[in-house]
């Protein structure tokens, strides 16, 4: 721990969703770690519902003026089209009247850290002469898509059939491989400003903070850092057991919004032999067809090994009648499940996967390979770059109709789990984990970045 920076304070303000809450929290307990003090807000009037256990890190609620505010469940694009402006015009509200109270002027902070897509944070912020820093959430090549798409330099064909403009270090993407808000704009219209607006004052931030490491995104993270604010690549941001164990007690994340059915996993899992798993999920938000779920049953009912298979309630209605008694000794199907603990069993072989960003980081910091099958937001572009960039996985191909089939879902698992040709694939994620935890060790890229951050705030503008 670094000594002498106890009087630094930092506030840090996520987008109140899981995957946005977790890693802003897990950088807090690394800059925690480095001597700095943390309130994290949190724009929910029912905090409590979180569950949030941070430690010595100072929770604070602060309202964004309705009584449910994680939104949660299969209505994500919905609720946030309906809801976005109302959420900034409370939460720019509620801010103002935290950093106007008594409570905040006897503790002043040096900084805001602030999920990139509420930018307006900033605005709120440099009011009252806090420095911010903006912290991005998806991998850098996928904001480095945004940007260019809203800066005209990228065009997409009106028939979506084409893109055009794209820098060499991008030239490799299709149509296909798009961020759904930018193939599909038009379908997400509250979704797609959102992503687009994060522009809109980012060189005002002082420093501009990227959840990915230097040596997984060089190439990109070089050219953006030549024309943005201050870039600094501080991840990943996972619990510390599973990369450097630097952290004491830093073994899980501080929240789930579902509860993991720990025990009735790793016992099942203890009792495979290693790599006789394919571990499958699509995480907390995904909603599959039912004829597409139906598919991936019949596919993980014929692979050559085991699967743990991750159901929500929400759709184990759509699992084939019986299923669980087909596969009863093979398969394990929960709701949900520790994932970090699943992933870094020896059991487990592949992970099947929607490739969100926090689970892609997941997989690749514990060397696990991965069968990619992207939904929508960032996860076309994170499939992409997981396949066809870094190695790490095989992406299951949709049929003429989208669907993709019984065969196709057991070929991509066996290719990877015990043909010949997933070897290079299992080296690839090994290369990763261990590149994954130098950049957390003492003296790796990230970690010299978060020290460079902490003695950035330590001057006073």
């Known amino acids: 721990m670094m000594e002498g920076r106890g009087n630094r304070h930092a506030l840090v303000l ?29 724009p929910n009037s029912d905090p409590s519902s979180l569950g949030i256990d941070a430690g010595s890190i ?19 694009g919905t609720s946030i089209n309906a ?17 106007e109270s008594d409570e905040y002027h006897d503790d002043p902070a040096d900084v805001m850290i602030y999920d990139s ?9 440099l009011e009252f002469g806090i420095r911010g820093a903006m912290f991005f959430t998806q991998p850098c090549f996928v904001t480095a898509v945004y940007y260019l798409v809203g800066q005209g330099v990228v065009r997409v064909d009106e028939k979506g059939r084409s893109v055009e403009g794209l820098p060499p270090l991008m030239s490799m993407l299709e149509f296909r491989d ?18 687009f607006e994060q522009f809109s004052n980012f060189r005002e931030a002082k420093w501009l903070l990227f959840n990915t490491f230097f040596e997984l995104e060089e190439e990109v993270v070089n050219w953006v850092a030549n024309q943005w604010p201050l870039i600094l690549t501080i991840g990943p941001t996972i619990p510390s057991l599973y990369l450097d164990k630097r952290l004491a007690n830093d073994k899980d994340y501080s929240l789930s919004l579902a509860k993991p059915e720990t025990e009735t996993c790793i016992n099942w899992l203890d009792s495979k032999d290693p790599d006789s798993v394919a571990y499958v999920s699509f995480g907390s938000l995904a909603s599959l067809g039912e004829d597409q779920m139906v598919e991936i049953a019949r596919g993980l009912k014929r692979i ?4 743990l298979w991750i159901v929500r309630e929400s759709e184990e209605k759509k699992l084939p009648q019986g299923f669980a008694d087909e596969v009863s000794g093979k398969g394990l199907m929960v709701r949900w499940c520790p994932q970090l603990q699943v992933l870094a069993h020896q059991a487990v072989s ?23 099958m992207p939904q929508w937001t960032d996860q076309p572009t994170n499939a992409k770059l997981i396949v066809d960039v870094w190695g790490a996985g095989v992406r299951i ?8 089939t019984a065969e196709e879902v057991e070929m991509c698992i066996n290719d990877i789990m015990v043909e010949e040709k997933g070897k290079a694939i299992r080296e690839k994620s090994s290369r990763w984990k261990e590149l994954a935890r130098m950049a957390l060790e003492g003296g790796g890229s990230s970690d010299l970045n978060i020290q460079k951050f902490v003695s950035d705030i330590s001057l006073r503008a």
């Open 117 to 125: 897509i509420i930018s307006w944070a900033l605005d709120v912020s």
């Open 14 to 42: 996520p987008y109140p969703i899981q995957g946005h809450i977790n890693p802003m929290l897990q950088f807090s307990k690394r800059l925690e770690s480095h001597g700095l003090r943390i309130t994290f807000l949190v």
């Open 178 to 195: 798009l961020p759904s808000f930018v193939a599909q704009g038009e379908a997400y219209p509250g979704l797609t400003r959102i992503f």
């Open 83 to 99: 809801g976005m402006r109302r959420f900034e015009i409370k939460v720019r509200e509620s801010l103002r009247g935290f950093l």
């Open 397 to 404: 191909k949709a049929d003429g109709t989208g669907m993709v």
């Open 350 to 372: 592949c992970f099947l996967t929607h490739c969100g960003w926090n689970s892609t980081l997941e997989a690749l910091s514990l060397g696990v390979p991965m069968v990619v």
């Open 304 to 307: 050559k090994k085991n699967f």
């Open 58 to 76: 100072k929770i604070k609620p602060i309202s964004d003026g309705s009584d449910t505010d994680v939104v949660t469940g299969d209505d994500l």
